[in-house]
């Protein structure tokens, strides 16, 4: 109760023992605090944590565990240029391979993947429509292109990181037009060899696409 001594009779309201009794009850009993904490907790998408966001991912029809190693996992290997790899007792082999392998996504990640899901069970599969859900989920330059009949590509101008690509080739997040043949271009401008104008890279400086 927000105004308890409203609901006091007057007779009683200048009884010391019983203002006492009614003021700790109604500290056991007022429900404000677990109300705020459902809201923010549970009800509120952008702020549920753990058993919130597993009510959000069965709402929309995605799970925590995704069915692949993680993306992230550090593995044993050969020497590379990046430190993609390390020596012997440092790290175990990867994972990638095995039939059974998942990863539990963290609430950060789940939130994420939460919101594209329910965008994409919402999303008309037209161009327009695709393209103002890629621009919500992705900060970087993408784009959807209607490229002949019945066929389409998703173009993204930047390298995706191991999250997106299992969002885009694993899971198959992307909203897929009825019918239509759907390739996918990872293009990243600044590392591309092209034209001058276009954003793209001069010679010894970017690859051809």
Sequence with gaps: MINVYETLMSQYANSPVLLKMIEGLNECIDPS????DFYRIVWNVHTAKGFGLDLWGRIVGINRNIGTSSPEAEAFGFKSKKPSFYPFNQRPFSGAGTKFASFKLSDEQYRRLILIKAAANLTLATAPNINKFLKMIFNDRCYFLIT????????????????????????????????????????PIGKIFGFSGTGFQPFNQGVFA
């Design 33 to 36: 605090k677990n109300i705020d």
């Design 148 to 187: 002949g009949h019945m066929t389409a590509r998703y173009v993204f101008e930047f390298k995706l990181s191991p999250l997106e690509r299992i969002i885009v080739f694993k899971l198959n997040l992307l909203p897929r037009p009825s019918g239509v043949l759907v390739e996918y271009l990872e293009s």
